[in-house]
């Protein structure tokens, strides 16, 4: 019998953004392994905390939020990620995020991006041409929201935009289905928009990292 795929739509999506983020706890050690295990002394973390991770030789977990599992007092796993043929960490630091404030405005949303550069491998030998994929380009998330100069959301968007301060973000779809979480930076004028006898919407941009 064919297994169906289950299918996810955009509706009750919760949308959270950073709020704060806690002190750098410093890194020792992260193996490749499924999971990765991180060690880092007396972190203080919960099993369903999410933490930023700045990582130097292990590039692949560099930049990334991740959600904490598997905890002891030393040590804590990087829920849902291979590391077995990750490159060898060599020094980092994680930090706690607080995902304090909603975005609740939003009507539409579309992605672009995350596409890799191709790596040209042909040799003069060959009789057509070869590549491998290499570093791929941002992931952008574009989406309109009700236009709302005092919606705390918005305000928080405006803050970090003006600033370029990069953010943390969490989509959770529907209660206790899929996540997604990722830092970036956010494009927000919070400038109205709209067509004639039509809602007024302000649009923001998410460009993730890692």
């Known amino acids: 019998m064919r297994t169906m795929t289950t299918a996810t739509v955009w509706k009750n999506v919760a949308i959270a953004m950073q709020s704060a983020i806690a002190a750098d706890k410093t890194i020792t050690g992260i193996t490749k392994a499924n999971p990765a ?27 990334r939020v991740v959600r904490v599992a598997g905890v002891t007092t030393d040590t804590f796993q990087v829920e849902g990620v291979d590391s077995t043929a990750f490159d060898t960490f060599s020094a980092g630091t994680a930090a706690k995020i607080t995902f304090g404030t909603s ?34 380009n941002g992931q952008s998330y574009t989406f309109d929201n009700i236009w709302d100069p005092a919606d705390a959301g918005q305000i928080a968007m405006k803050t970090a935009s003006d600033s370029q301060a990069k953010r943390a973000f969490k989509f959770t779809f529907g209660t206790g289905g899929k996540i997604m979480a990722f830092a970036g930076y956010v494009g927000f004028s919070g400038a109205p ?4 006898q039509q809602l007024v919407t302000t649009q923001a941009v998410i460009t993730s990292q890692g």
């Not at 928009?193 to 004639?196: E, I, L, R, T, V």
């Open 193 to 196: 928009g709209g067509s004639a």
């Open 103 to 136: 975005i609740t405005s939003a009507t539409s949303i579309s992605n672009s991006g995350g596409n890799f550069d191709m790596i040209d491998t042909t040799t003069v030998h060959a009789a057509q041409k070869s590549e491998i994929p290499g570093l791929p």
């Open 37 to 63: 295990v991180i060690t880092s002394a007396a972190h203080g973390y919960s099993n369903g905390d999410y933490v930023f991770l700045s990582i130097t030789g292990m590039h692949q977990l560099n930049d």
